[in-house]
């Protein structure tokens, strides 16, 4: 069928009862073309690098304030394109998830599901630093590099054009 209709083919079939292979149709085959992506530099020079340990539960690059999440009512406050710090996970930041650049937490597996969540709303985050809450503080400005697991002081210029828009 490829060669029939010169190109790739998406096609159904099936075995009829006596075990025939009987064809349902052809249509050619839609391939997406990724385009290639280009690594993240490891380090961006000239720039301090607030934290850099944690483990990775979705890749990305995010910036934005501090937003702390302390209790449940923080949550109603978050702003749109802040970075969530918290002291442990918690499913309950999925209220904000289409809201957060990134998340960080001091607690927290990428086996947990607001890790899970994190992933299907594609927020960059970065679980278990240990430290994070004693040393980003509410109102900073920081960039999130969940690809090379660090925070940046500020905005980071050169990794704006990997971050995903919200």
């Known amino acids: 069928l490829e060669k029939h209709f010169n190109g790739p083919q998406d096609m159904e079939w099936a075995l009829d009862e006596d075990d025939s292979l009987v064809l349902l149709q052809s249509r050619p085959l839609h ?6 992506t280009r690594a993240i ?15 990775i539960a979705c890749k990305g ?7 702390f999440v302390r209790l449940d009512e923080d ?11 918290a002291k442990h996970t ?14 960080i937490t001091d607690v927290g597996a990428t086996t947990g599901h607001m890790a899970s969540l994190a ?16 040393i980003l503080k509410q109102g900073e400005v920081v960039t999130v590099d969940a690809v090379n ?10 990794l704006k054009e990997y971050a995903v828009p919200k």
């Open 149 to 158: 697991c660090n925070v940046y002081a500020g905005i980071v210029e050169e």
């Open 41 to 55: 530099p490891p380090c961006i020079p000239g720039y301090e690098i607030k934290l850099s340990r944690g483990v």
């Open 31 to 36: 391939l997406l073309v990724r385009e290639p």
């Open 90 to 103: 918690s499913p309950k930041f999925v209220s904000v998830m289409d809201k957060a650049a990134a998340i």
């Open 61 to 67: 690059i995010g910036f934005g304030p501090i937003h």
């Open 75 to 85: 949550l109603q406050t978050f702003p749109d394109g802040a970075v969530l710090l």
């Open 119 to 134: 992933r299907e709303f594609q927020v960059p985050t970065i679980l278990d630093t240990e430290i994070a809450t004693s």
